[in-house]
Each structure stands twice: as C-alpha cells, then as structure tokens.
C-alpha cells in the first residue's frame, strides 16, 4: 500500500484544503459541492496520468490494488476486501438515491446572470456626452434610486442589499459591469427583472422596472455616473 | 407518442365495430394504414394551400434528423479536408528527403481518404435532400442568393474527384522521376480544390449567422456581397485548422486500434510511428486553434452584441465549460502520449525527465481548473446565500475572459515544451554554444509565461477593448514567438547532437492506443458541441434578422436534450469511420492472408474501398 499512500493523502489533503482552508481565507468564502467535486476530479485525473506514465510507477500503483482486489494470502486485509465490496455498492446505491430522491429543497440552479438582450437594446450608443456635469447629475440619480441596493460605494453593499438574494451586482468588481456595453445596462436597468427574458430564468432578479419612473435621458447619466463612480469602463468596439 | 396512441385507440374503435367476424381483416387494413401514418404527416403540410414552407415527420422530426446528418456530414468532409493537407506535406518530405516511409505514411493517410470521401459526399447528397424536403423556403430563399456559388461548387467537386482519383490510383505508377514531381501537384491541387470546397460552403452557413443582403445588383454581386459576410473568414481559418487537427488525431486513433491488434513487429513499429505522427498532427494544429477560436468568437460579438452575449453569457455560456473540460482533456492526452513515447521509446529516459513531467502535469492541472472554473456557479441555495449570489468572491475573478485566454496561452507554451523535451530525449549536445542556447530557450520560457501572466491580470484593470484588442493579442504574439524562437533553436541544436539512446518504435503500452482513441473521440465531441453552438446562436432566425424561423422547431432546445443528439452523433460518427477504416484494410488482410487463392486477389479488390493498388509494388 505504500505507493498508495501518497495518493491517498493528496486527494484527503486537497479535499480538506478546499472545504475547510480556502473558505477561511479573507474575503472568501464557501465553495459550492459543483466546484469541489471538479476540482478533485482534476486532482484524480492527474493523479492516475502520473503513476501511470510509466512502466515501474504504473505497477508500483496498480499492483497493491489488484493484490488487494484479487490477490491470495492477503492476511488481514482480507476482511477489508469483503468491506469494499459491501460498502461501495452500498455507498453508490446510497449517492444515487440521494440524488433522485424527492426533496422539499429547491433544486440547485444554473442561472443565466446575463442573457442576451433584445435587438432593440443591442449596439444603442449613449447619447448624452460624457461630461463632468453629466456624470455629476448621474451620480446623483444613483444616489437617490440606485444606491440603496447597490451602495454609496458601487460595491453592492447598499443598506437594502441583506435583504436579496442574490445580492445585488458589484459594480466595483471588474467581471460586472466592464464585461457589458452600455446599451446593456440601458436595458437592464429601463427593464428591470421583470424584463429578463425567458433564458434568464428563473427570474430571481428584484431590480425595478425604471422606465416607469425615469426618462431615459436620467437612465444614461446613471449609467455614465456608475461607470464613473465605479473606476471602470464599458465594453466598446472602438 | 400521441399519434401512436391516437393511431391504437382509432385501430381498437374500429375493429370493436365491424365485430367478429370481419375483426382480422379490418385489423389488417387499420394496421397498414396505421404504419402508413408517417407518409400522410409528411405529405400533409404539402396539400394545403399556398406555397409549402416547412415538411415534417414524425417521431424524430424534421430537425433532429437534418441535425444528425448535418453533424455527420460536417465530420466526414473535416476529415477529408484536413487528411489530404498532411498526407500532401508527408509526400512532400518523402519526396524531397528520400526517406520512403513517409511515402508509405501518406499512401495510408490518402487510402482512409479515398474511402471516407465518397460516404462523405453521400452524406452531402442526403443532407441536400432533406434540406430541399424539410425546408423548402429556406432552400429557395439561400438558392436565390448564392445560386452563381452552386454551381461553382459543382464544378469544384467534379476536379476535387478527379483529382483525387487521379492523385491515389497514379501513386504507384507515378512513384520516378517527373512523374513524381506531376504526383506532387496533383496532391497540391487537392488540396487547393479542397480548400474552395470548404470555404463555399462555409459561406452559406456563415450568412445565416451573419447575413449581408443586398437589395440590388446583379446576382453575381449579391452573392459575393452575402459570401464576403463579417463571419466568413474567422469560419474559414478557424475549420481548417480544426479539419487537421480531427484529421490528426482520427489517423492516430486508427494507429492506435491496428497498432493494439496487430502481432509483428514490423507492423507494430509502423503502426506505433503512425500513431506518433497523428498526435504530432492533431497537437500542432491545436496550438493555433484557440487563437482562431478567440478571433471567430470576437468577430461574433463585434458583429451582434445580442449574438456574442447569447454564446459567452446567454444560456449557451455553459457549452464553453464543457468545451474547456474537452479540450483540457485533449491537452492531457496529447502532453500524456508525449510522456508515454519517453519512457517507453526511449529506454532510460524516465528518471530523467519524471520531475519534468510531474511540473508540467501540475502546472497544465492548474490552467484547467482555472479555465473549467464558471464564473456563475452552479449552486444550492444555501450554497449560494453562503458565497452571496451565483458568484465566489475569491474565485469568480476566473470565470471571465482574461483568465480563460492566459491559461489557454499558457497551456500551449506547456505543450509545446512537452513536444521539444520529447524532440530532445535520448540526444546529447556536442555543439559549444548549447549552454548559451540552452540558456536563452529557458529565459525566453520564463520570461514568455511571465509576461503571459502579467497581462492577463492587468486585464483585470484596462477597459475591456485594451484587452481584446491590445492584450489578448500580445499574449498570442508572445506564444507564437516563443514556438519560432525555440524551434529552430532546438533544431539547430540536434542537427549537431549525439544520439545516445537510440528511439524503440513498437514498444508503448497498450494504453498509448487507447490514450490515441480517447483523444479522437474528445475532439469529435468537441466538434459536435460547437456545431450546436454555431447554429444555435442564431436562435429563432434562419437567417439572423432577415429570416424568422416559423416552424414548430423555432426554440432551442434544453442542453440535456442537445448533450443527448451531439453523443449520438459522435457515436454513429465513430461507428462510420470504424466502418470505413475496416473496408479500407479489408485488401491489405486479404493479401496478408496466406492461401492458395489470395495471392491471385490484388487486381480484383474493389476500388472504392481504397485497397486496390495498395502495396502492389512491394509483394
């Protein structure tokens, strides 16, 4: 078993690293089962691919196995064989009724975070210049309508914000609203999450529809005061 | 399943009303005109009024089935296309540098062709013909705008097949002299026909995505104005390359099954050195491939924002996860047949480079993870409360472009360090300047990868037009320049080197050939999910904005159903080849055979199975 020892502890090692180490690190936090499960996945993968490269290492590996498996004059280990073969049907029986099995929990989601636009919304152009009054006026109407939720500092920790889920977007973090155009945002926020279409379901989405209340001319100087206020720039093709 | 239930309950009514007696008879015709049910379904949307739009039939429907044969034809003609590229330049160097087994390599890269060709057309035929059945609006409506293009493309096909039959059945008689030289062009003429072949095509799928319609001009010149569509060039590089890259990795996959049952050891060297060059063929060209990935997909975006959102963000978002977990895998495999081929063909090498290959796997393990990590992750919901929302704070920084393109970089530099330690193995240098040379390839590495990860991560705080535009393409450069830097360093470096282990062919591990076999299959997968995704981008429209789709079928179906079709394809795909590739070596068995009769077969095997004139010179 010696030469499966280290594999062993690598996989326990990795295993403990990403549930108990990387969620304690400073502004982390806990990863969800999908993403443990790739990450030894990858681990095992190359794990084998290693030990299997050549020749010695592959026995080295492979051997202990099957002596374990189907081996003579195991000694002790023989009472462990006959416990992998009744636990890990068991344990496969066990995964499966997990996994179908009827649950009152609700189903674990693959959200579309940002579906396509409609046609009408793509390739708009902001049509109030970027000026420092404007991008003023827009910071303005952000605080009033905007900030509650997605706070005084851009970074979606407005006083509102506990109150969702999912919280509201982080215009601060450089995969939001930089990944976008402007024409984008437009919609999203004249729309709201009502206006999400149906590839965006299921539609957990508590932004209001602002184009009942805001013309559109204050929507595009919210738009030029987020990016502003936010230090980060739209997705242009020029 | 409704109308076999509507077509029991009917069968039941009436066999309870013409009572006993009279109750086989009338079962017997119920039952024909039940069968029969599928014809009328077909035929019925043709006897209403007004010109046809769309047919269907039952069970599979109209679109699975143009899906399935789309798909299959689509994966046939990428292998007739790519094979001939690489079998030409094998000829090429058998022709220039004397050496007869790449002679005989490509001889056996343009047997599987012959006979992959002519299914390949027959696939084209009956995709034509259910697309002019299922389709006719459509099909009149493209007709109209690329008709001076058809009949390009006929013409085309007829010197494609002449040539081809020319370039396979001369190659025995074309072997000396100026003949060889007129069998050399023949082969580039192949390829040049093929290259048109491919792009016309390409050219129509590519303007229902990305439509240039002109509303006057003559036809000529509203054809070409469709043709030379924002879409059409990113298609045409990024195919073929991919055409070599499936045509790569098929031909070693092929290596790989003959060399796990053949038994001599000549066959077993052949088989293993093919096997070799089919890896090296598909490797080489996945280096280039994400980069004309990376083009097409920005050309996309800039072209429809609605579009490229649809792809990277919509709901096909998660297709690129899937993608990066195949293409890792196909990474994995390719770097792992490296590693495998050193420590088995290279007697002593392995202590060596263990350490080597133990940092590679690791570093190209990370790029993986990174590259697989989504940037909206699926999650419960307590998962998700406890990361607030469908994004990690800490590692949802991975899930956008500027990481996926710096890993991608990086695990081509690593793969292409994985080819030149393989290039190097069992060879000593002898040439004074090597420690210099050696120790500029390694400056160049660091410094390259270095850089690679510095601009990814200032990605992170330039507008996202700097990135693409300026950083992204750096970063493309950076690679491409190491492999030209290091690549004739290398060579320069070997020309003068001592040999000192002595490569073995024949002697990898049965797992070399199912690590060949995997590595095809992924990279069909591969191909069948992003045909989905091309045509799925287009969503309702058969033509984006200029042609709605009315048809039933006008959604795009659930990834689970989509994942079913594309594993469907690429299992009938390999069932084809295998198929093929048996009838092509059924000659080659019959004359290995020993047997009174056997030896008189050679002028009788059937032509189309490309066995005929095979290896007639050497018995």
């Known amino acids: 078993m010696g030469a499966l020892g280290k594999p062993i502890i690598l996989m326990v090692a990795m295993y403990a690293f990403l549930k108990f180490v990387l969620p304690n690190i400073p502004g982390s936090a806990p990863l969800p089962s999908s993403l443990i499960f790739l990450y030894l996945l990858l681990t095992a993968g190359g794990i084998f691919m290693f030990e299997t490269v050549s020749g010695e290492s592959k026995d080295a590996f492979w051997n202990p196995i099957q002596r374990f498996l189907t081996g003579e004059n195991i000694g002790g280990l023989q009472a462990l064989r006959y416990g992998v073969f009744i636990l890990f049907p068991l344990l496969v029986g066990w995964q499966t009724y997990g996994s179908t099995a009827v649950s009152d929990l609700p189903p674990t989601e693959s959200r579309t975070i940002h579906p396509a636009p409609p046609g009408e919304y793509t390739g708009l152009s902001n049509p109030v210049p970027k000026t420092p009054d404007n ?66 379901a299921p539609w957990k ?29 739209p997705r242009t093709w020029e | 399943m409704r109308v076999i239930q509507q077509g029991v309950s009917m069968v039941q009514r009436a066999l309870r009303a013409v009572g006993s007696h009279g109750e086989w008879l009338a079962g017997l015709l119920l039952m024909a005109g039940w069968l029969a049910l599928p014809s009328v379904g077909i035929a019925a949307e043709g006897t209403t009024a007004g010109p046809t739009e769309y047919r269907d039939i039952p069970y599979v429907g109209s679109r699975n089935l143009v899906w399935i044969v789309a798909q299959l034809h689509l994966l046939l003609a990428g292998f007739v296309l790519g094979v001939p590229m690489f079998a030409w330049l094998c000829e090429v160097i058998a022709w220039r540098g004397g050496e007869k087994r790449y002679d005989k390599l490509a001889k056996e890269f343009t047997k599987l062709l012959t006979s992959a060709y002519s299914t390949t057309a027959l696939f084209g035929g009956i995709l034509l013909f259910l697309l002019v059945a299922f389709y006719p609006k459509l099909m009149n409506y493209l007709t109209d705008v690329f008709f001076p293009s058809f009949l390009l493309y006929c013409l085309l096909f007829l010197l494609e097949t002449a040539t081809l039959y020319l370039y396979w059945y001369g190659w025995d008689a074309m072997q000396d002299g100026r003949k060889k030289t007129l069998h050399v062009f023949l082969g580039f003429l192949l390829n040049f026909f093929a290259l048109f072949i491919m792009i016309i095509p390409n050219a129509w799928a590519t303007f229902q995505s990305s439509p240039v319609v002109l509303a006057d001009g003559t036809a000529f010149e509203r054809a070409w104005a469709a043709t030379w569509n924002p879409t059409w060039w990113p298609i045409n590089i990024h195919r073929l390359i991919a055409n070599v890259v499936l045509g790569g990795y098929i031909c070693g996959a092929y290596a790989g099954v003959r060399y796990l049952s053949v038994r001599s050891p000549e066959e077993r060297e052949h088989y293993d050195w093919m096997g070799y060059v089919g890896n090296f063929i598909g490797v080489f060209g996945l280096l280039a491939l994400p980069f004309a990935g990376y083009w097409l997909m920005r050309e996309i975006y800039q072209y429809n924002q609605q579009m490229g959102i649809t792809l990277m963000g919509g709901f096909l978002s998660w297709l690129f996860i899937l993608q990066a977990m195949l293409i890792g895998v196909l990474f994995l495999g390719s770097n792992y047949y490296f590693w495998l081929g050193i420590t088995y063909r290279i007697p002593g090498s392995e202590g060596k480079y263990r350490r080597a290959m133990l940092m590679m796997l690791v570093s190209l393990l990370l790029c993986l993870a990174v590259w697989m990590t989504p940037h909206s992750l699926v999650a419960s919901i307590e998962e998700a409360q406890k990361m607030g929302g469908a994004h990690h704070p800490l590692l949802g920084v991975l899930g956008v472009m500027s990481a996926k393109m710096t890993v991608s970089n990086l695990m081509i530099l690593i793969t292409f360090m994985s080819f030149v330690m393989y290039w190097r193995a069992g060879k000593q240098d002898t040439a004074g300047w090597a420690k210099l040379a050696k120790a500029v390839m390694g400056a160049v590495l660091v410094l390259a990868s270095l850089a690679v990860i510095v601009l990814g991560v200032w990605g992170y705080f330039v507008p996202a037009i700097v990135r693409i535009n300026y950083f992204s393409t750096s970063q493309v450069l950076i690679v491409i320049f190491v492999i030209l830097t290091i690549t004739p360093l290398t060579a320069l470096l070997l020309k003068s080197a001592k040999t000192t282990t002595e490569m073995v062919w024949g002697s990898m591990p049965p797992r070399a050939g199912y690590s060949l076999v995997l590595n095809a299959i992924m990279v069909i997968l591969l191909m069948t999910l992003m045909g989905y995704a091309r045509s799925s981008s287009r969503v309702h ?28 394809c690429t299992f009938s795909f390999c069932l084809i080849v295998a198929f093929i590739f048996w009838v092509a070596t059924m000659g080659d068995k019959s004359k290995a055979a020993p047997g009174p009769g056997k030896g008189e077969l050679p002028h009788g095997i059937p032509a189309m199975a490309g066995g005929a004139p095979e290896e007639q010179s050497q018995r």
């Open chain 1, 205 to 233: 989405s508590a932004m209001p529809r602002w184009e009942v209340e805001l013309p559109d001319e204050w929507i595009w100087k919210i738009i030029l005061g987020e990016y502003d206020g936010a230090h980060q720039s």
């Open chain 2, 541 to 568: 429209w058969h033509v984006y904005g200029v042609m709605r789709d009315t048809s039933p079928y006008a959604y795009s179906p659930a990834l689970g159903s989509a994942s079913f079709i594309m594993a469907f």
């Open chain 1, 135 to 200: 991008i003023m006026q827009g910071k303005g109407f952000y605080a009033a309508y905007c900030s509650p939720c997605h706070g005084g500092n851009f970074d979606g920790k407005g006083p509102a914000a506990r109150g969702f889920i999912p919280a509201p977007a982080n215009f601060a973090d450089p995969t939001t609203i930089a990944m976008l155009q402007e024409s984008y945002l437009f919609w999203r926020i004249k729309k709201g999450g009502v206006g999400l279409p149906i590839e965006g």
